[in-house]
T-cell receptor, first 115, second 110 residues
């Protein structure tokens, strides 16, 4: 399967713990996006990368959230000191270039539950 | 900041009936994309519209981009049970990130 993959698929953690998610985009896709989706809502933009450069980060994103894409391939999203409000589906998407809105290919997501 | 709204929030139709969802942006868009998300699944790209007034068709699906590039619509003719899911529009404002609408959830009764 050469689609976008995300790990883990599910994560249950206690409030205050740190969690890290991984996204492997489609090979050779330059742009990688992170979104958060809660029940009944559309995906909410968190951040995106063009190769290894993080080009934009949502102003709504707490400083507890950090993302990396060290070699321009896979990416990680870390949430420090998790809160119950962080419970959501975290989606990763990749696109070939991102120029003028290339199609985004979404992964299956990581469902985070904070107890 | 940019906001994208969609109506209706929910739509229940009988199989064979038509369905339309509307998307409105608070700002002018450079392009708009439409995605479908099946229950328990992830968003899947349907189409992108770029030009003012553009109309595109995919079998029973017709997509329109408004003249002012601030609104869009998706129309499904003769719905089928396979059309069940949530339809999202996502607007991009000239190189900035995509803003997704809240989606329209479609139920099709057989």
């Amino acid at each position: 399967d050469t689609g976008v993959s995300q790990n883990p698929r599910h994560k249950i953690t206690k409030r205050g713990q740190n969690v890290t998610f991984r996204c492997d985009p489609i090979s050779e896709h330059n742009r990688l996006y992170w979104y958060r989706q809660t029940l009944g809502q559309g995906p909410e933009f968190l951040t995106y990368f063009q190769n290894e450069a993080q080009l934009e980060k949502s102003r709504l994103l707490s400083d507890r959230f950090s993302a990396e894409r060290p070699k321009g391939s896979f990416s990680t999203l870390e949430i420090q000191r998790t809160e119950q409000g962080d419970s959501a589906m975290y989606l990763c998407a990749s696109s070939p270039t991102g120029t003028r809105g290339d199609e985004q290919f979404f992964g299956p997501g990581t469902r985070l539950t904070v107890l | 900041g940019q906001q994208v709204m969609q109506i209706p929030q929910y739509q229940h139709v009988q199989e064979g009936e038509d369905f339309t969802t509307y998307c409105n942006s608070s700002t002018t868009l450079s392009n708009i994309q439409w995605y479908k998300q099946r229950p328990g699944g992830h968003p899947v790209f349907l189409i992108q519209l770029v030009k003012s007034g553009e109309v595109k068709k995919q079998k029973r699906l017709t997509f329109q981009f408004g003249e002012a590039k601030k609104n869009s619509s998706l129309h499904i003719t003769a719905t089928q049970t396979t059309d069940v899911g949530t339809y999202f529009c996502a607007g991009q404002n000239y190189g900035q990130n995509f803003v997704f609408g809240p989606g329209t959830r479609l139920s099709v009764l057989p």
